[in-house]
Protein backbone atom coordinates (compact mmCIF):
# COMPACT_ATOMS: atom_id res chain seq x y z
CA UNK A 1 0.00 0.00 0.00
CA UNK A 2 1.40 2.98 -0.97
CA UNK A 3 2.12 6.18 1.49
CA UNK A 4 0.39 8.85 2.30
CA UNK A 5 2.23 12.45 2.21
CA UNK A 6 0.47 14.84 3.37
CA UNK A 7 2.21 18.83 3.95
CA UNK A 8 0.39 21.05 6.21
CA UNK A 9 1.51 24.59 5.62
CA UNK A 10 0.68 27.92 6.43
CA UNK A 11 1.69 31.44 5.29
CA UNK A 12 1.97 34.99 6.21
CA UNK A 13 1.80 38.00 3.74
CA UNK A 14 2.11 41.57 3.93
CA UNK A 15 -1.40 41.91 2.82
CA UNK A 16 -4.87 39.56 0.79
CA UNK A 17 -3.90 40.08 -2.81
CA UNK A 18 -0.70 39.30 -4.74
CA UNK A 19 -2.21 40.12 -7.88
CA UNK A 20 -2.47 44.22 -5.89
CA UNK A 21 1.11 43.77 -4.84
CA UNK A 22 0.99 42.10 -1.70
CA UNK A 23 3.82 39.12 -0.88
CA UNK A 24 5.00 36.40 1.33
CA UNK A 25 6.69 37.10 4.11
CA UNK A 26 7.09 33.39 5.64
CA UNK A 27 6.10 30.13 5.16
CA UNK A 28 6.02 26.83 7.26
CA UNK A 29 5.28 23.18 6.57
CA UNK A 30 4.55 19.61 8.39
CA UNK A 31 5.28 16.84 6.89
CA UNK A 32 2.57 13.78 7.33
CA UNK A 33 3.02 10.41 5.98
CA UNK A 34 0.19 8.16 6.41
CA UNK A 35 -1.46 10.67 9.11
CA UNK A 36 1.61 10.71 11.57
CA UNK A 37 4.40 13.75 11.87
CA UNK A 38 7.53 12.42 10.56
CA UNK A 39 9.56 15.54 12.54
CA UNK A 40 10.87 17.12 8.91
CA UNK A 41 9.83 20.57 8.46
CA UNK A 42 10.15 23.04 6.58
CA UNK A 43 9.92 27.24 7.77
CA UNK A 44 11.21 30.25 6.11
CA UNK A 45 11.30 34.08 6.36
CA UNK A 46 10.98 36.01 2.86
CA UNK A 47 11.81 39.20 2.35
CA UNK A 48 8.51 40.75 0.64
CA UNK A 49 10.69 43.38 -1.30
CA UNK A 50 7.84 45.70 0.03
CA UNK A 51 7.06 47.41 3.19
CA UNK A 52 4.65 45.74 5.36
CA UNK A 53 1.64 47.58 6.36
CA UNK A 54 1.48 48.52 10.19
CA UNK A 55 -1.77 46.83 10.96
CA UNK A 56 -0.50 43.23 9.34
CA UNK A 57 2.50 43.60 11.91
CA UNK A 58 -0.27 43.38 14.51
CA UNK A 59 -1.05 40.28 13.59
CA UNK A 60 2.08 38.53 12.57
CA UNK A 61 4.43 40.54 14.15
CA UNK A 62 6.91 40.36 11.04
CA UNK A 63 8.52 43.90 10.27
CA UNK A 64 10.34 45.49 7.55
CA UNK A 65 13.80 45.91 10.15
CA UNK A 66 13.23 42.20 10.56
CA UNK A 67 12.54 40.70 7.33
CA UNK A 68 15.24 42.95 5.53
CA UNK A 69 17.91 40.58 5.22
CA UNK A 70 15.95 37.23 4.65
CA UNK A 71 16.06 36.14 0.67
CA UNK A 72 13.67 37.05 -1.55
CA UNK A 73 11.06 34.50 -2.94
CA UNK A 74 12.88 33.47 -5.59
CA UNK A 75 16.14 32.64 -4.05
CA UNK A 76 14.06 29.75 -1.84
CA UNK A 77 11.01 28.73 -4.52
CA UNK A 78 13.39 25.43 -5.22
CA UNK A 79 13.73 24.54 -1.90
CA UNK A 80 10.04 25.11 -1.44
CA UNK A 81 9.00 23.23 -4.30
CA UNK A 82 11.53 20.06 -3.63
CA UNK A 83 10.52 19.87 0.01
CA UNK A 84 6.72 19.53 -1.35
CA UNK A 85 8.12 17.37 -4.03
CA UNK A 86 5.85 15.45 -6.73
CA UNK A 87 3.90 13.32 -4.47
CA UNK A 88 2.66 15.78 -1.27
CA UNK A 89 -0.64 16.84 -0.89
CA UNK A 90 -1.02 20.79 0.32
CA UNK A 91 -3.07 20.95 3.37
CA UNK A 92 -4.37 24.78 4.39
CA UNK A 93 -6.98 26.09 6.82
CA UNK A 94 -8.63 28.57 4.16
CA UNK A 95 -6.06 27.00 1.27
CA UNK A 96 -7.79 29.66 -1.45
CA UNK A 97 -5.79 32.68 0.18
CA UNK A 98 -2.29 30.21 0.56
CA UNK A 99 -2.58 28.61 -2.81
CA UNK A 100 -3.33 31.86 -4.20
CA UNK A 101 -0.22 33.54 -3.26
CA UNK A 102 1.85 30.19 -3.43
CA UNK A 103 0.93 29.70 -7.41
CA UNK A 104 1.40 33.69 -7.69
CA UNK A 105 4.56 33.29 -6.73
CA UNK A 106 5.76 30.21 -8.74
CA UNK A 107 4.31 31.28 -12.06
CA UNK A 108 6.10 34.59 -11.62
CA UNK A 109 8.98 32.59 -11.82
CA UNK A 110 8.25 29.65 -14.23
CA UNK A 111 7.72 26.80 -12.22
CA UNK A 112 4.12 24.57 -13.07
CA UNK A 113 1.30 25.42 -10.51
CA UNK A 114 -0.09 23.10 -7.71
CA UNK A 115 -3.16 22.05 -8.78
CA UNK A 116 -6.63 21.71 -7.17
CA UNK A 117 -6.75 18.30 -6.97
CA UNK A 118 -3.76 17.52 -4.19
CA UNK A 119 -5.11 20.69 -2.04
CA UNK A 120 -6.87 20.02 1.01
CA UNK A 121 -8.70 22.47 2.69
CA UNK A 122 -8.93 21.80 6.65
CA UNK A 123 -11.59 25.00 6.74
CA UNK A 124 -14.40 23.37 4.22
CA UNK A 125 -14.05 20.60 6.53
CA UNK A 126 -14.94 22.18 9.31
CA UNK A 127 -17.43 23.90 8.17
CA UNK A 128 -19.04 21.05 7.20
CA UNK A 129 -18.54 18.68 10.18
CA UNK A 130 -19.64 22.00 12.43
CA UNK A 131 -21.88 24.38 10.03
CA UNK A 132 -22.93 27.71 11.64
CA UNK A 133 -20.00 27.41 13.94
CA UNK A 134 -16.48 29.40 14.58
CA UNK A 135 -14.12 27.79 12.67
CA UNK A 136 -10.77 29.22 12.81
CA UNK A 137 -7.58 27.71 14.20
CA UNK A 138 -8.23 29.00 17.61
CA UNK A 139 -11.92 28.01 17.61
CA UNK A 140 -10.71 24.53 16.23
CA UNK A 141 -8.04 24.44 19.02
CA UNK A 142 -10.50 24.90 21.87
CA UNK A 143 -13.09 22.66 20.73
CA UNK A 144 -10.44 19.72 19.86
CA UNK A 145 -8.79 20.51 23.49
CA UNK A 146 -4.94 21.64 21.17
CA UNK A 147 -2.89 23.47 23.26
CA UNK A 148 -2.58 26.87 21.14
CA UNK A 149 -1.13 29.55 24.44
CA UNK A 150 2.03 30.09 22.62
CA UNK A 151 0.15 31.60 19.94
CA UNK A 152 0.29 35.16 20.53
CA UNK A 153 0.95 36.04 17.12
CA UNK A 154 0.29 34.26 13.93
CA UNK A 155 3.42 32.18 13.03
CA UNK A 156 3.64 30.28 9.99
CA UNK A 157 5.30 27.17 11.43
CA UNK A 158 4.02 27.58 14.49
CA UNK A 159 0.07 27.60 12.94
CA UNK A 160 1.28 24.68 10.46
CA UNK A 161 1.76 22.91 13.69
CA UNK A 162 -1.33 23.56 15.05
CA UNK A 163 -3.41 22.95 12.36
CA UNK A 164 -1.48 19.22 11.73
CA UNK A 165 -3.16 18.01 14.87
CA UNK A 166 -6.36 19.83 14.13
CA UNK A 167 -6.56 18.40 10.92
CA UNK A 168 -6.07 14.73 12.57
CA UNK A 169 -8.82 15.64 14.61
CA UNK A 170 -11.11 16.50 12.06
CA UNK A 171 -10.62 13.47 10.15
CA UNK A 172 -11.82 11.38 13.41
CA UNK A 173 -8.68 11.32 16.27
CA UNK A 174 -4.80 11.65 16.33
CA UNK A 175 -2.77 9.05 16.37
CA UNK A 176 -1.00 8.66 19.91
CA UNK A 177 2.64 8.92 18.10
CA UNK A 178 1.28 12.88 17.08
CA UNK A 179 3.81 14.81 19.10
CA UNK A 180 4.40 18.37 16.97
CA UNK A 181 5.41 20.31 20.27
CA UNK A 182 9.00 18.71 19.86
CA UNK A 183 9.39 20.50 16.33
CA UNK A 184 11.50 23.29 16.12
CA UNK A 185 9.31 26.23 15.53
CA UNK A 186 12.51 28.43 14.00
CA UNK A 187 14.50 26.36 12.71
CA UNK A 188 14.64 26.15 8.39
CA UNK A 189 14.05 23.10 6.70
CA UNK A 190 15.95 20.05 7.92
CA UNK A 191 16.42 16.71 5.90
CA UNK A 192 14.65 13.99 7.82
CA UNK A 193 14.12 10.49 6.05
CA UNK A 194 10.43 10.99 4.51
CA UNK A 195 8.52 7.95 6.55
CA UNK A 196 10.77 7.90 9.50
CA UNK A 197 8.19 7.53 12.22
CA UNK A 198 8.69 6.89 15.96
CA UNK A 199 6.61 4.63 17.81
CA UNK A 200 6.32 4.05 21.65
CA UNK A 201 7.08 0.91 22.58
CA UNK A 202 4.91 -0.66 25.47
CA UNK A 203 5.33 -3.83 27.51
CA UNK A 204 2.72 -6.70 26.82
CA UNK A 205 -0.05 -6.53 29.47
CA UNK A 206 -0.30 -9.77 31.45
CA UNK A 207 -3.74 -10.92 33.11
CA UNK A 208 -3.52 -13.34 36.15
CA UNK A 209 -6.55 -15.72 36.35
CA UNK A 210 -7.17 -17.95 39.37
CA UNK A 211 -7.52 -21.71 38.53
CA UNK A 212 -11.78 -21.21 40.09
CA UNK A 213 -11.71 -18.13 37.59
CA UNK A 214 -10.94 -20.64 34.54
CA UNK A 215 -13.21 -23.15 35.97
CA UNK A 216 -16.02 -21.12 36.22
CA UNK A 217 -15.35 -19.28 32.67
CA UNK A 218 -15.03 -23.27 31.18
CA UNK A 219 -18.84 -23.63 32.83
CA UNK A 220 -19.86 -20.95 31.52
CA UNK A 221 -18.96 -21.46 27.96
CA UNK A 222 -20.36 -25.02 28.10
CA UNK A 223 -23.54 -24.31 29.43
CA UNK A 224 -23.94 -20.98 27.30
CA UNK A 225 -22.32 -21.32 23.58
CA UNK A 226 -22.51 -24.84 22.09
CA UNK A 227 -19.28 -25.55 20.03
CA UNK A 228 -17.09 -22.82 21.72
CA UNK A 229 -14.23 -21.58 19.84
CA UNK A 230 -12.54 -21.00 23.14
CA UNK A 231 -13.19 -24.16 24.73
CA UNK A 232 -9.72 -26.33 24.78
CA UNK A 233 -9.26 -29.46 22.76
CA UNK A 234 -9.38 -31.55 26.30
CA UNK A 235 -12.71 -29.96 27.37
CA UNK A 236 -14.35 -30.53 24.12
CA UNK A 237 -12.97 -34.64 24.24
CA UNK A 238 -14.44 -34.55 27.94
CA UNK A 239 -17.87 -33.27 26.46
CA UNK A 240 -17.86 -35.71 23.61
CA UNK A 241 -16.73 -38.68 25.99
CA UNK A 242 -20.05 -37.79 28.69
Known amino acids: MQAIREIVFDTETTGFDPATGDRLVEIGAVELINHVPTGRTYHQYINPDRDVPEEVVKVHGLTNEFL ?65 QRNNLDALCKRFGVDNSSRTFHGALLDAQL ?22 KTKSSENVKSGEIKRVYREPRKFLFSEEDNLTHREFLEKNIKNSIWLSDEVEENKESN
Open 68 to 132: KDYPFFDKVAQEWVDFIGDDGILVAHNATFDMKFINYELQKLGYEEYKWDRVVDTLEIAKNKFPG
Open 163 to 184: LAEVYLELLGGAEPTMDLASVN
